[in-house]
T-cell receptor, first 113, second 117 residues
């Protein structure tokens, strides 16, 4: 499918488990992002990547790990899930440039019990 | 300090009327970009409109326009001729020039717009 996809769309996991959220884009965009959306906070940046093998922390990176071995994939791993990581997670990408609006995936709703 | 402030948690508008959603921002960077996104109940984030800090004219995209007042640091979204499908959450976001390396956006907390028939 063309565009940006995320999987799974819904996930329930237990505290302490490791979970990986997948993100795939077909545009060959250089930049990719992970945001989390919590009520009252809008979206907050977790990690971003400017290119394959280049990643860096955003505003709320603690407890998360990312990798980007291929341009099109940007997985987000919660190493040991906590209840505070219950959220909706959005992946986004942009080609860069002056305007470079970000294109978002459909989101993954994660519940940590 | 909040970088993006949306002071209206919820708004109501009658169908076919215009509505303004407020957004103020805080930055000391002379180069920045302002964005509005729509999030319907289905959850996806949809890009609506962009305004660059050096743009001389207010941005317009169809029924969406951005009322950019640089001195007041406001970037209000105006939706003309509201439709029922405009009912959604609306987010204002900013990318500062110093963030060009990572191109990340800072989002406000959003305004929920409900269009009434």
């Amino acid at each position: 499918d063309a565009g940006i996809t995320q999987s799974p769309r819904y996930k329930i996991t237990e505290t302490g488990r490791q979970v990986t959220l997948m993100c795939h884009q077909t545009w060959s965009h250089s930049y990719m992002f992970w945001y989390r959306q919590d009520l009252g906070h809008g979206l907050r940046l977790i990690y971003y990547s400017a290119a394959a093998d280049i990643t860096d922390k955003g505003e709320v990176p603690d407890g998360y790990v990312v990798s980007r071995s291929k341009t099109e994939n940007f997985p987000l791993t919660l190493e040991s899930a906590t209840r505070s990581q219950t959220s909706v997670y959005f992946c986004a990408s942009t080609v860069g440039g002056v305007r470079d609006e970000q294109y978002f995936g459909p989101g993954t709703r994660l519940t940590v019990t | 300090a909040q970088k993006i402030t949306q002071t209206q948690p919820g708004m109501f508008v009658q169908e076919k009327e215009a509505v303004t959603l407020d957004c103020t921002y805080d930055t000391s960077d002379p180069s920045y970009g302002l964005f509005w996104y729509k999030q319907p109940s289905s959850g996806e984030m949809i890009f609506l409109i962009y305004q660059g800090s050096y743009d001389q004219q207010n941005a317009t995209e169809g029924r969406y326009s951005l009322n950019f007042q640089k001195a007041r640091k406001s970037a209000n979204l105006v939706i003309s001729a509201s439709q029922l499908g405009d009912s959604a959450m609306y987010f204002c976001a900013m990318r500062e020039g110093q963030d060009m390396g990572r191109r990340a956006l800072t989002f406000g907390s959003g305004t929920r717009l409900q269009v009434q028939p």
